[in-house]
Antibody, heavy 118, light 108 residues
Framework: QVQLKESGPGLVQPSQTLSLTCTVSGLSLTSNSVSWIRQPPGKGLEWMGVIWSNGGTDYNSAIKSRLSISRDTSKSQVFLKMNSLQTEDTAMYFC????????????WGQGVMVTVSS | AIVLNQSPSSIVASQGEKVTITCRASSSISSNYLHWYQQKPGAFPKLVIYSTSYRASGIPSRFSGSGSGTSYSFTISRVEAEDVATYYCQQGSSNPLTFGSGTKLEIK
């Protein structure tokens, strides 16, 4: 069955770079797209960006200058890198399979909590 | 960016009651691109309704959706205790993909 699992550091210092990995199973990244979505504690959902099945990317313009999404199809992994972290970047970070035709999120990882603090 | 205004922000309902959540978009959206999610406390969001009115796999028939253009709604015909969650609408029409602010459903 389809599974996604996020991994990465739980604590990042302000101004540093966040690196997260989403490892997928049960699907191929060459025919499936994956988004990163985050949720600050007690708040709503924010779509960050997507890597499409063809390898192209789209980013939320609000954070585009700080964000990079890439992948290693041979390892079934999708990567998120975001620089210049601030306390407001403290959130649960999810990866989710993204339907290409009618962009929606039908399979989600459990999420990884990232706290930005010195 | 398309802003999704979701209301109400919270609902307190009795078991068996009908509840409706509204999602209004700042620009017209094709009904194919409006979706609804359920997020239970401590869990990831779960797709409930896609393309306005289609139930995702395994979703009970008490959940339904309707709408067009800029106005969409999500209904639980008879609320059950297990439906306690926050519900979000989401548009896939244009970048950035956006979510409504959420509606928290509690049971009396």
């Amino acid at each position: 069955q389809v599974q996604l699992k996020e991994s990465g550091p739980g604590l990042v210092q302000p101004s540093q770079t966040l690196s997260l990995t989403c490892t997928v199973s049960g699907l191929s990244l060459t025919s499936n797209s994956v988004s990163w979505i985050r949720q600050p504690p007690g708040k709503g959902l924010e779509w960050m960006g997507v890597i499409w099945s063809n390898g192209g990317t789209d980013y939320n313009s609000a954070i585009k200058s700080r964000l990079s999404i890439s992948r290693d199809t041979s390892k079934s992994q999708v990567f998120l890198k975001m620089n210049s972290l601030q306390t407001e970047d403290t959130a649960m970070y999810f990866c989710a399979r993204t339907d290409t035709g009618i962009p929606l999120f039908d399979y989600w990882g459990q999420g990884v909590m990232v706290t930005v603090s010195s | 960016a398309i802003v999704l205004n979701q209301s109400p922000s919270s609902i307190v309902a009795s078991q068996g009651e009908k509840v409706t959540i509204t999602c209004r978009a700042s620009s017209s959206i094709s009904s194919n691109y409006l979706h609804w999610y359920q997020q239970k406390p401590g869990a990831f969001p779960k797709l409930v309704i896609y393309s306005t009115s289609y139930r995702a796999s395994g979703i009970p028939s008490r959940f339904s959706g309707s709408g067009s253009g800029t106005s969409y709604s999500f209904t639980i015909s008879r609320v059950e205790a297990e439906d306690v969650a926050t519900y979000y609408c989401q548009q896939g029409s244009s970048n950035p993909l956006t979510f409504g602010s959420g509606t928290k459903l509690e049971i009396k």
